[in-house]
């Protein structure tokens, strides 16, 4: 099966940074777009990045200038860098994987989820 791991998330102040790291393993015969998506509590799952196998980005416009997607095909890893946090930034971070398995299903993997918290 195919398993995806995040991790870098943590607390920190406002105006901060956080780096988030997200790695695919398993039976991938191919990986197509990887993102990050943002869920706080009572709020809907959105879209905050995305980067296609292409290597073109798109990101929400609530981060768009302070966050950058990025990708290491060679690792199937994908990060998120994130600079001048913002309170309004917390919440779980979960990373997608759309991906091919080895078996030819093609499908969009989720993690398990990161907690990123910023103070005020």
């Given amino acids: 099966q195919v398993h995806v791991v995040e991790s870098g998330g943590g607390l920190v102040q406002a105006g901060g940074s956080l780096r988030l790291s997200c790695a695919a393993s398993g039976s991938i015969s191919s990986i197509n777009a990887m993102g990050w998506y943002r869920q706080a509590p009572g709020k809907q799952r959105e879209l905050v990045a995305v980067v296609s196998s ?3 980005t798109r990101y929400a416009d609530s981060v768009k200038g302070r966050f950058t997607i990025a990708r290491d095909n060679a690792k199937n890893t994908v990060y998120l860098q994130m600079n001048s946090l913002k ?34």
């Fill in 87 to 120: 309170p309004e930034d917390t919440a779980v971070y979960y990373c997608n994987v759309n991906a091919v398995a080895a078996w030819g299903r093609r499908n969009d993997y989720w993690g398990q989820g990161t907690q990123v918290t910023v103070s005020s």
């Fill in 54 to 56: 292409g290597g073109s």
